[in-house]
Structure formats: C-alpha cells, structure tokens
C-alpha cells in the first residue's frame, strides 16, 4: 500500500487535475498540500444534515487545501489561504480517537479528496475498530482511480454535484470537465456502497449528493437534478439542495450574479423540480444564507 502511495504522490495524479508535482519532495499542485496531512479543525459538527449530524453532531475531520478552488468558496481561509496544522498519520489517529469518543455519530472527513491515498491507508488501520459510520464529504471531483482505494472503507459518500454546464464549471471552478468527472464519481460510489439507508434516524450506507444552488443559475441546478435521477435509480439515493449561497465571499470575482443571494424563486423551483424526479432528501429554510451560516436542513 505505501508503494501506491508514494507512486501517486511522487507524480501526483491523486485527482482529476493531474498536477504530475512531486509532493514528497514538497512541491505543491492546485490543492496547494503536500504529502503530510494539514488539518484545520477536528470537532463535533452540527451543522449537517440530520441523518449526518443526528443530535450529537457529526465528527468532522476538516483538510486545509482543495483541489477545485471554486471563485465563491465559502470556506476559503481552509481551502485556499491553507489554515490548519501539519499532523502526522499517527497524531492524526490519535486526535480522530479523542473525537469518536465525544460520542459523535459518525467520522465525517471533509474536502478529502488531495489526500485519497494516504488516507485509504489510515482507513485501513482504523476500520476494524470503528463502530460508527465513515462519510466522505468531498466535492465530487475526484478519479473513479482513487475512489476504488476506498472501497469497504468509506460507508456513506456525501459528495457535491456542482454543476453540469461546462461553462460555468470552466468560469467558477477553473474544470470544464466537472459534469463528467462527477458523474464517473457518484457512479463509482453507488457501485460501492449501493441503497442509501438510515438506521434510528442516522445514515449507515449510500451516496447523499449535496447541490448548492447558486444565483443565476437555476437552469443548471434543475439540469443537474435531472441528470442525477437519469443516472441513478432516484429511490436509491438522497439529494440534498442548498441554500445556503452567500456573495460574502465571491465579491471579487467578476461575476456578477454572484454578488447577490439565491431568490425565493430560483430555490424553490429547483426544489420543485427535484421533487417532480423523484429524487428524496433535504432542503434549507432561509436563514441558512447568511455569513454566520446556521443552516436548518429540512427533511423532504
Ligand atoms: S491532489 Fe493536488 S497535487 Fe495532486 S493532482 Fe490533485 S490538485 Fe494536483
């Protein structure tokens, strides 16, 4: 396995991007990390949805950097300014103990995906002991490659389907080719983990896709909620469609419908729509849409 792992790094193609750098000899690609795992927060996390966060939260495991850098992050001081501290696999192992053991319903590792590899390794190290559920929370752009090292590893994929038009995948998130990528991925972590089920409430196994319904782009939205359900037997998986959208951050990016919040009408026809499919899951009241971000996710 540490083989695999130095083979990917060395000339990195742990994900779509194919940066090709060598991160063992600290050379940094897009995601900007390099072959030691940066962390930027290890707590319980309420702020999920509810099978995700459930009463005692969710044990969140947040990773500096990200491979897709999207113009309207809302997390950008961890995905992009690269906040959090350098930790070896074996504090690591230590810390992710502390945290299951504040009684959290699941391991939920957040924006993942730069660090596959070394991470299948300590999900293999810690598996067999773990008796809640691992949830890979990840943007959806990542190699059907990497995604295979986690198979019986990861219980729960909760992944973003962000956009279908390659324009605006091009525009806001520099990766023309997000639609197909995402589409292999969601494919990938059907294939692995099949049916979504929750157990007294909590999810246990399958794929939640996340949608963040941006301004001005509701089309795109209605379009990826048609894709999904074309692509995956929409009883099988949940969707969950945000609203959480707020142009604190985008402000100096040149697009401009970026710099106003989701409409009443935007969100609530790509709500519609998703219901029309046959697609289940979660939706955000309103207030989620601000900076101090306390989204209340509604069941469907
Ligand atoms: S994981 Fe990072 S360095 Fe490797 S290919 Fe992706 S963006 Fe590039």
């Not at 995905?79 to 945290?99: C, K």
């Not at 990016?253 to 899951?281: D, I, K, Q, W």
């Amino acid at each position: 396995m540490s083989h695999t792992i130095q083979d990917f790094l060395k000339a990195c193609r742990v994900c779509p991007r194919a940066c090709l750098v060598d991160r063992t000899a600290g050379d940094l690609g897009v995601c900007g990390m390099p072959d030691v795992y940066r962390v930027a927060r290890i707590a319980p996390h309420l702020w999920e949805e509810p099978p995700i966060s459930g009463e005692k939260g969710s044990g969140t495991v947040f990773f500096s950097g990200c491979n897709l850098r999207c113009v309207f992050c809302q997390n950008r001081d961890i995905s992009r300014e690269g906040i959090g501290d350098l930790m070896a696999e074996d504090a690591l192992v230590e810390r992710i103990h502390e945290l299951l053991n504040q009684g959290v319903h699941n391991l939920n590792l957040v924006t993942p995906t730069h660090y596959t590899p070394m991470l299948a390794r300590l999900l293999e190290r810690l598996k067999p002991i773990l008796t809640v559920p691992v949830v890979w929370n990840s943007s959806g752009y990542e190699t059907v490659e990497s995604l295979r090292m986690l198979e019986g590893l990861v219980d729960v994929y909760l992944p973003d389907f962000k956009y279908i038009s390659p324009e605006l995948s091009a525009a806001y998130s520099a990766a023309p080719d997000y639609a197909e990528v995402a589409t292999r991925a969601v494919l990938e972590m059907y294939r692995q983990t099949g049916e979504y089920e929750e157990k007294n409430g909590l999810a246990v196994k399958g794929v939640l896709i996340r949608h963040l319904v941006l301004p001005g782009c509701r089309a795109d939205s209605m379009a990826v909620m048609k894709h999904l359900a074309s692509i995956l037997p929409p009883a099988d998986i949940r969707v969950s469609v945000m609203r959480q959208y707020t142009p604190d951050f985008a402000r100096d990016c040149p697009h401009r419908n970026l710099h106003r919040r989701v409409t009443e009408f935007e969100y609530s026809s790509v709500l519609e729509e998703t219901a029309r499919l046959g697609l289940m899951g979660f939706s955000q009241g309103k207030e989620a849409a601000s900076k101090a971000f306390t989204p209340n996710f509604k069941k469907k």
